[in-house]
Structures are given as C-alpha cells and as structure tokens.
C-alpha cells in the first residue's frame, strides 16, 4: 500500500542553522505531497504542498520540491529560529485511498 | 484558530467505560476524518465521512465507532476503554478535494484511560 517515510528525529540545530528533513514516499498513481507542523500542544497545521512533479511548495522560509523521480518532497529551510521547534509530518494523498497518510514525524528542536 | 472545533479537550476515564468525543468541522467542509495519534504508531488514520456517509474505514477497532450528522459534526464513540486507547484523538476536515487542499486539523482530544 501507499506510504511515506521520513527521517527519524530528534533533530537539534542551533539558531540560523540550515534544516533538511527528508521524507520519501511509495503511491500509485500521481498522489499530492504535503508537509504538515505540530507545535507543542497543538493541532496538525499545513505548512505547505504540492500536487504535481517538479512543484514546489513554499511557506515562511520552509520549501520542498515534489521530486517524482526520486519519490522525495524532503523540506528545506535555509535559516531555523527557536519558533520553529516542532514535529514535522510529511504526507501524502493518493488516488487509490480516500486519506491522507502521514510519516512518523520528525521532532525538531532549535536552540539559542 | 483553525475552524476545526473538538470537544472534550482532555477526557480521563477509566478502563471498560464509554466516552464520545466530538468535532465540528470548518464551515463549508464536507467531509471529516479521525486520527489516532500515539507515541509509539505515529498518526493512524480511523475512518471519514462524507456529507453524512461513512467514506472509507482504516485501522478503527471494532468498539470504535463514528457517525457524522445532518449539521455535519461527528462523534467518535469509544466503547470497552483499554489502557492502550490512551492517546491524542484529532478530527480533520476538508472541502472536496483534500488532494489540493489538505485537511484542517482541530486541536484534538487528550483521552487518558487509567
């Protein structure tokens, strides 16, 4: 069936410190990609998708390109604050089921 | 806020008892989904409905079960509690096409069984 795979965390990165969580996937068909955060205490909350090949998806700093030919949509951000601890889910939606199926996470904490 | 509205925030019971948690969903969003949310299997998907009508089924237990009603909200009903249905109970819900759109998650449900 389909899946997705990330990173295993923790992930501990200094302020102003690159950030790569990667995040590969098995579908069939063409299935839409997102990226979704988890603050402490809070809801999941879209943080930015894409629904085609070679889209990019972009959202306060964060990116990450739906790569088909790698099954890849790893997320990238070129400069993480202290506010951009959280879990990081990847996902994806597919045309043969009818939900979103997430990876396991990735906790992120971002130090002084 | 996310449009999403979950209630009970947190729930404590004990363990054989029955509790219902419910969510209304963001306005104009037409389906609604359930995910189980635990430390050691990650986000499980439990089961969604659509406009009213059961829409696809995951990994729910049988003393789960759900419904959504004419005003759209919907409950999940947890029956027979176990220690290990302590978990973090999320609604989601989305406009038809969650393939470009997504899911707008509520805040949860804490549920701990003792």
């Known amino acids: 069936g389909d899946s997705v795979t990330q990173m295993e965390g923790p992930v501990t990165l200094s302020e102003e410190a690159f950030l790569t969580i990667n995040c590969t996937y098995t579908?069939?068909?063409?299935?839409?990609l997102f990226w979704y955060v988890q603050y402490p205490g809070e809801g999941l909350q879209l943080l930015l998708k894409a629904t085609k090949a070679d889209d990019k998806g972009s959202n306060k700093g964060f990116e990450a390109t739906y790569r088909k030919e790698t099954t890849s949509f790893h997320l990238e951000k070129g400069s993480v604050q202290v506010s951009d601890s959280a879990v990081y889910f990847c996902?994806?939606?597919?045309?043969?089921?009818?939900?979103?199926?997430f990876g396991k996470g990735t906790k992120l904490s971002v130090k002084p | 806020d996310s449009g999403v509205t979950q209630t009970p925030k947190h729930l404590i019971t004990a363990t054989g008892q029955r509790v219902t948690l419910r969510c209304s969903p963001r306005s104009g969003d037409l389906s609604v989904y359930w995910y189980q949310q635990s430390l050691d299997q990650g986000l499980q998907f439990l089961i969604q409905y659509y406009n009213g009508e059961e829409r696809a089924k995951g990994n729910i237990l049988e003393r789960f079960s759900a419904q959504q009603f004419p005003d759209l909200h919907s409950e999940l009903n947890l029956s027979s509690l176990e220690l290990g249905d302590s978990a973090l109970y999320f609604c989601?819900?989305?406009?038809?096409?969650?393939?470009?759109?997504?899911?707008?998650f509520g805040s949860g449900t804490r549920l701990t069984v003792v």
């Open positions: 996902a994806l939606s597919s045309p043969s089921q009818g939900n979103l199926i």
């Open positions: 989601a819900s989305s406009r038809v096409s969650d393939r470009v759109y997504g899911y707008t």
């Open positions: 579908a069939t068909g063409y299935p839409s």
